[in-house]
């Protein structure tokens, strides 16, 4: 078929907003076959191989991410019930969790402090700027919170987005060999930190270990969620970075 006719079919259903959607579902089937190809090896992460699809066929095409975004909204909506139907799992688990209430405190109070800390003091090293500071301290909040917490203390909401993908599918591609090289087999202490560290990229992937570790993981991401939007503007302010 000619290049022409290519461009002309691109153009009519880019006019669609349900392409968006669609491309979506596709490059993460595609991405998924792949994972599975691969026999469920970390570094063939589906969200991560998922991105660099869409982000390539978008830039051969020219299309615009608004455009883009008209469609793929549909996916965005459903991460709030996606979110809430994390609670069925956790409540499977509650007998546990009521047992575990204050290692699970100890665990989301320095795990947030951790991340935040950690990813500043190696920016600040590397000369980074104190709005670029700002805007890597949630970069372990799932996507929402993260970029509401960046506005509100000065950083750039946008970074912050990139940021909060990139750990995410970073701790989903080595939480799980980093757990086996530690001799952690807790599956509720590998969900916790997972959920902390890596939000709803590594809850995802702590579900396909297990049932408990996703489920702990699912409550790691909510409350650090939670936390993180009281706890770092005041940590930030300690260390006068805020805005």
């Known amino acids: 078929m000619p290049k022409s006719n290519l461009t002309e079919i691109w153009v009519y259903l880019a006019a669609s907003p349900l392409l968006g959607l669609s491309i979506t579902l596709a490059a993460?089937?595609?991405?998924?076959r792949i994972?599975?190809?691969g026999k469920g090896h970390p570094l063939l992460n589906p969200v991560?191989?998922?991105v660099a699809l869409l982000i390539g066929l978008l830039s051969l095409t020219k299309t615009s991410y608004f455009t883009y975004f008209e469609g793929a909204q549909f996916v965005h909506f459903l991460l709030g019930p996606a979110t809430v139907s994390l609670a069925i799992p956790l409540y499977k688990q509650l007998?546990?969790?009521?047992?575990?209430w204050l290692p699970v405190t100890l665990a989301l109070?320095?795990?947030?402090s951790a991340a935040a800390l950690s990813a500043?003091?190696?920016a600040a090293l590397l000369g980074a700027t104190p709005q670029t500071l700002l805007s890597l301290a949630p970069k372990s909040v799932t996507a929402p919170v993260a970029m509401g917490i960046t506005e509100k203390i000065g950083g750039l909401p946008s970074l912050t987005a990139v940021l909060v993908v990139m750990t995410g599918i970073i701790g989903a591609t080595l939480g799980t060999?980093?757990?086996?090289w530690l001799g952690i087999r807790d599956d509720s202490v590998r969900g916790i930190a997972m959920g902390i560290t890596s939000h709803g990229i590594g809850t995802a992937r702590a579900f396909q270990v297990s049932g408990e570790m996703g489920a702990f993981s699912g409550l790691g991401m909510a409350l650090s969620a939670f936390v993180s939007a009281a706890l770092l503007p005041?940590?930030?302010r300690m260390l006068n970075l805020d805005a």
């Open 28 to 32: 993460y089937q595609m991405a998924y």
């Open 35 to 37: 994972y599975r190809w």
């Open 48 to 50: 991560a191989i998922a």
């Open 95 to 100: 007998a546990k969790l009521r047992r575990l």
């Open 109 to 112: 109070m320095v795990g947030i």
């Open 120 to 122: 500043i003091a190696t």
């Open 177 to 180: 060999p980093i757990f086996r």
């Open 234 to 236: 005041w940590l930030l």
